[in-house]
């Protein structure tokens, strides 16, 4: 089992930025590539940004170019630097780690930008 704990949600004005992390623990060994995803509501998850273990990362295209993903794999941890923030980025944000056949969440962090 992996359990992985985000942190760094908030509330920031438009145009704003934040950086969540999300930490792996229990058995992290092998895991592959991580992730976020984001569910707004009334709306299905969509996933933000991947990054393989290796550093090969891939956006949504609603984040390219403001979002960066990033990983230590000595910490077990992945990033999500978020900059120039927009009203449509509100959602609860849930950090994604794969490993082997299975796929693990955390519980997420609520991220609200005001316009």
């Known amino acids: 089992q992996v359990q992985l704990v985000e942190s760094g949600g908030g509330l920031v004005q438009a145009g704003g930025s934040l950086r969540l992390s999300c930490a792996a623990s229990g058995n992290h060994f092998s895991i592959g590539a991580m992730g976020w995803s984001r569910q707004a509501p009334g709306k299905e998850r969509e996933l933000v940004a991947d990054i393989t273990r290796g550093g090969t990362a891939s956006y949504a295209n609603s984040v390219k170019g403001r979002f960066t993903i990033s990983r230590d794999n000595a910490k077990n941890t992945v990033y999500l630097q978020m900059n120039s923030l927009k009203s449509e980025d509100t959602a609860v944000y849930y950090c994604?780690?794969?490993?082997?056949?299975?796929?693990?969440w955390g519980q997420g962090t609520q991220v609200t930008v005001s316009s």
């Open positions: 994604k780690a794969d490993q082997l056949a299975d796929r693990y």
